[in-house]
């Protein structure tokens, strides 16, 4: 496995992109759903990630600073045939590590309460992270789950 920054005009990663966005609205009324498309994590205050084996791409995900000590985990997913692989844990696993390299003291991301993001909440709860108020510009919702790590 490798991991590439960038990749954004790549359509295998648009596809991912689009296939993200559409589940996460498809399971979370729009008003709370807060997938970003493809013109926002083009964004400057964003690094973007894909992990790839050969030319397959397994995951992406992205980093996004919120301000010099905290940073936002964004646009976590794993491409639907390599689930249950290591991809989320490994992209997440990368991005706290970027994080600290930046001299973040936390890192912050938001979630859904849907069934569809039971895993990923049990990944995140099992790497540290825990439940804490919205942030950002988030609106606190039923639909939303916003969890914290301390670096």
């Known amino acids: 496995m490798e991991l590439r920054e960038g990749g954004l005009d790549d359509p295998r ?3 991912l ?3 993200h966005q559409g589940e996460a609205r498809a399971t979370t009324p729009s008003e709370n759903a807060h997938a970003m498309n493809v013109d926002g994590l083009r964004a400057r205050d964003i690094s973007f990630w894909g992990l790839w ?3 397959e791409l397994l995951g992406i995900a992205a980093l996004r600073a919120l301000s010099s000590d905290h940073g936002e985990i964004k646009s976590m997913r794993t491409a639907p045939t390599h689930l249950r692989r290591g991809v989320a844990r490994t992209l997440l696993a990368h991005l706290i590590a970027l994080a600290r390299t930046r001299g973040y003291t936390r ?3 938001e979630t859904g309460t849907a069934p569809m993001f039971t895993a990923a909440n049990r990944m995140y709860e099992a790497a540290g992270f825990v439940d804490g108020p919205a942030f950002g510009d988030y ?3 039923l639909h939303n789950r916003f969890m ?3 670096l």
């Open 139 to 141: 609106p606190e919702s």
């Open 17 to 19: 992109v689009a296939h």
């Open 13 to 15: 990663v648009l596809a």
């Open 148 to 150: 914290t790590l301390p």
């Open 53 to 55: 084996e050969s030319e």
């Open 107 to 109: 890192v912050s991301l």
